[in-house]
């Protein structure tokens, strides 16, 4: 078989979701309905936290960059793919190949981080709160915020080179609904062993740490909430944390579970199902966990549109 340079190679095809006509009309209206959700949520609580002077704190701060991370993270993948069921237009260039994965990448990881110093804020606030403005204060956040961004870029750039560095021989289809790593890794004929312990060290190393931090973080909040005297605030607090574990622990679990093992183990179905759950439904969620289901965020909502 003669090995070509992924230079030469000019497009990938992806694999679809569906290839039966009366099933993939059903899947565009429904990803076309989450997506738009998604785009309006986001974009609601983006408008809500830079307009109103009220939310212009260290919490609000970083759920405006986790919406903007979900913004992007949706539509890097999710406009290719109903384009796909649409008009079964499969193809995607190799530079387009590249910079989705780029760019997946990167917003993938800056949320897992910046999901660990929304934990580590919300640590503060509860179990310091005579010290959170201390503690926590604008320019902190700036700087943590401005470091999950560098972090995650940096991360990217590092995947990306070791990815589309490879060789590919005859097949150009890429078993997923966008360029992603494992696939990528799973179509190349060239020996991956080197690179993948690469990847797998770094994401381990990355994603293991971020985790501790929320878990640790969440641990000394759920130990507050118990010592709280009122039952009413510990079912209240019960409620908002159990929400935003909730959602936590499917993004971790289904990114560790797509990116932290061999392409070996790769399998076509079941991690289409599960790049959709971090991919999909996380963007869809976070808006409504952290964001909607908030009393000052309603209340800008209600004065924003009053304005208007």
Known sequence: MQRVNLSTVSEFALV???DAPEVRF???VLFLI???ATV???ITILVAVSTDARLHNAMYFFLGNLSLLDLLCSTITVPKMLEALLLEDKVISFTGCMLQLFF?????GTEIFLLAVMAYDRYVAICHPLQYMNIVNMKLCAHLAIGTWVVGFFNSLLHTSLIFTLFFCDSNEVDQYYCDIPPMLALSCSPTYSRELVILTVAGVLGSSAFVVTLISYIYILLAILYMKSSESRRKAFSTCGSHLTVVCLFYGTTIC???RPSSTYLRNQDRIVSMLYG???PLLNPIIYSLRNKEVKCALRRAISQI
């Open 258 to 260: 797509t990116y932290v």
């Open 34 to 36: 989450i997506y738009l």
């Open 104 to 108: 997946l990448i990167d917003v993938v």
């Open 16 to 18: 679809g979701i569906s």
């Open 280 to 282: 999909i439904l996380t």
């Open 40 to 42: 309006a949520g986001n």
């Open 26 to 28: 059903l899947l565009f």
